[in-house]
Protein backbone atom coordinates (compact mmCIF):
# COMPACT_ATOMS: atom_id res chain seq x y z
CA UNK A 1 0.00 0.00 0.00
CA UNK A 2 1.27 2.94 -0.52
CA UNK A 3 2.44 5.67 1.77
CA UNK A 4 1.41 9.42 1.34
CA UNK A 5 4.01 11.43 1.72
CA UNK A 6 3.05 15.40 3.25
CA UNK A 7 4.08 18.11 1.20
CA UNK A 8 6.47 20.23 2.48
CA UNK A 9 5.03 23.84 2.78
CA UNK A 10 6.54 27.30 0.97
CA UNK A 11 8.32 28.03 4.14
CA UNK A 12 9.66 25.03 4.86
CA UNK A 13 10.86 24.65 1.46
CA UNK A 14 12.44 28.05 1.88
CA UNK A 15 14.05 27.89 4.76
CA UNK A 16 15.48 24.17 2.83
CA UNK A 17 17.00 26.38 0.62
CA UNK A 18 18.57 28.71 3.08
CA UNK A 19 20.65 25.92 4.49
CA UNK A 20 21.61 24.17 1.38
CA UNK A 21 22.15 26.83 -1.35
CA UNK A 22 23.95 29.99 -1.64
CA UNK A 23 21.67 31.97 -2.99
CA UNK A 24 17.67 31.91 -2.41
CA UNK A 25 15.09 33.74 -4.93
CA UNK A 26 13.07 37.23 -4.32
CA UNK A 27 9.89 34.68 -3.64
CA UNK A 28 11.80 32.77 -1.18
CA UNK A 29 13.76 36.07 0.24
CA UNK A 30 9.99 37.70 0.75
CA UNK A 31 8.55 34.52 2.58
CA UNK A 32 11.65 34.38 4.44
CA UNK A 33 11.68 37.91 5.64
CA UNK A 34 7.73 38.18 5.93
CA UNK A 35 7.21 41.02 3.78
CA UNK A 36 5.50 40.61 0.35
CA UNK A 37 7.18 40.10 -3.52
CA UNK A 38 6.54 43.52 -4.34
CA UNK A 39 7.81 44.81 -1.19
CA UNK A 40 11.02 42.64 -1.60
CA UNK A 41 11.58 43.94 -5.36
CA UNK A 42 11.44 47.88 -4.56
CA UNK A 43 14.04 46.96 -1.36
CA UNK A 44 16.04 45.82 -4.54
CA UNK A 45 15.02 48.74 -6.61
CA UNK A 46 15.96 51.25 -3.84
CA UNK A 47 19.36 49.46 -3.44
CA UNK A 48 18.33 48.32 0.09
CA UNK A 49 18.69 44.46 0.00
CA UNK A 50 21.58 43.79 -2.40
CA UNK A 51 20.93 40.98 -5.01
CA UNK A 52 23.37 38.95 -7.25
CA UNK A 53 22.10 39.72 -10.93
CA UNK A 54 22.56 36.22 -12.49
CA UNK A 55 21.86 37.38 -16.35
CA UNK A 56 19.30 40.31 -17.63
CA UNK A 57 16.08 39.13 -15.97
CA UNK A 58 17.39 36.84 -12.95
CA UNK A 59 17.79 38.00 -9.34
CA UNK A 60 19.24 35.99 -6.15
CA UNK A 61 20.11 36.98 -3.12
CA UNK A 62 22.70 35.49 -0.70
CA UNK A 63 21.58 33.32 1.65
CA UNK A 64 24.32 34.20 3.97
CA UNK A 65 23.96 37.83 3.58
CA UNK A 66 20.05 36.93 4.14
CA UNK A 67 20.75 34.81 6.95
CA UNK A 68 22.69 37.89 9.14
CA UNK A 69 19.27 39.92 8.43
CA UNK A 70 17.13 37.11 9.75
CA UNK A 71 19.47 36.57 12.73
CA UNK A 72 19.52 40.53 13.37
CA UNK A 73 23.10 40.91 12.69
CA UNK A 74 22.23 43.27 9.51
CA UNK A 75 19.53 45.12 8.36
CA UNK A 76 18.40 45.99 4.55
CA UNK A 77 20.03 49.87 4.25
CA UNK A 78 16.60 51.35 4.42
CA UNK A 79 15.06 49.73 7.31
Known amino acids: MPTSRRRETPMELARKALTEQTTVSVPETALLLGISRATAYDLIQS ?4 VIRVGPRKL ?4 S ?7 GQEQPRGA
Open 47 to 50: GDLP
Open 60 to 63: RVST
Open 65 to 71: RLQRILD
